[in-house]
T-cell receptor
């Protein structure tokens, strides 16, 4: 079936370190891919997205490239800040139905220490 | 502008009680989604509305779960005869005709 797998957390980094959070997916067809972020006490927010192979989504210094050959959508940031501490969810949509419902990974907690 | 709101934010129910969770989507948003998020997990799809029509309810875990959106705006998720396994955060999201889903803060349901 359609699914998303993320690296387990928590991921603990020092400020200004390089971040990678791995995400791979299994899907029939050609899904759209997303990264959502959940800051403490807040709702889920869309961070970035990519809708076709080789697209790169970017926002707030974060980037992810849709790699069809490796079925991956890894999230990267060159220099993390304490304010980036949050839970990050990889997700896909556009398979199984045309409703746009999202299929999420289990989430990865990022802790950035000063 | 106002985002998606949900109420109550927290709900404690005794096992066997019925609960009703409310979602107020962003005004004018055609699509509305409900998700269930267990502790430490990602959200899982429950059901989808386009205006007042419930077009997909494939994610509802049992017939104790029921959702409605009678006027194509506010939606209510009802859980009858709650069980401990229903304890989770219930998320609502709305979307214009296409594009990004905007999530509410969620309702945390604890069944004791």
């Amino acid at each position: 079936g359609n699914s998303v797998t993320q690296m387990e957390g928590p991921v603990t980094l020092s400020e200004e370190a390089f971040l990678t959070i791995n995400c791979t997916y299994t899907a029939t067809g050609y899904p759209s891919l997303f990264w959502y972020v959940q800051y403490p006490g807040e709702g889920l927010q869309l961070l970035l997205k990519a809708t076709k192979a080789d697209d790169k989504g970017s926002n707030k210094g974060f980037e992810a490239t849709y790699r069809k050959e490796t079925t991956s959508f890894h999230l990267e940031k060159g220099s993390v800040q304490v304010s980036d501490s949050a839970v990050y969810f990889c997700a896909l949509s556009g398979v199984s139905s045309n409703t746009g419902k999202l299929i999420f990974g289990q989430g990865t907690t990022l802790q950035v220490k000063p | 502008g106002a985002g998606v709101s949900q109420s109550p934010r927290y709900k404690v129910a005794k096992r066997g009680q019925d609960v009703a969770l409310r979602c107020d989507p962003i005004s004018g948003h055609v699509s509305l989604f409900w998700y269930q998020q267990a502790l430490g997990q990602g959200p899982e799809f429950l059901t989808y509305f386009q205006n007042e029509a419930q077009l997909d309810k494939s994610g509802l875990p049992s017939d104790r779960f029921f959702a409605e959106r009678p006027e194509g705006s506010v939606s209510t998720l009802k859980i009858q005869r709650t069980q401990q396994e229903d304890s989770a955060v219930y998320l609502c999201a709305s979307r214009p005709t296409a594009g990004e889903q905007y999530f509410g803060p969620g309702t945390r349901l604890t069944v004791t």
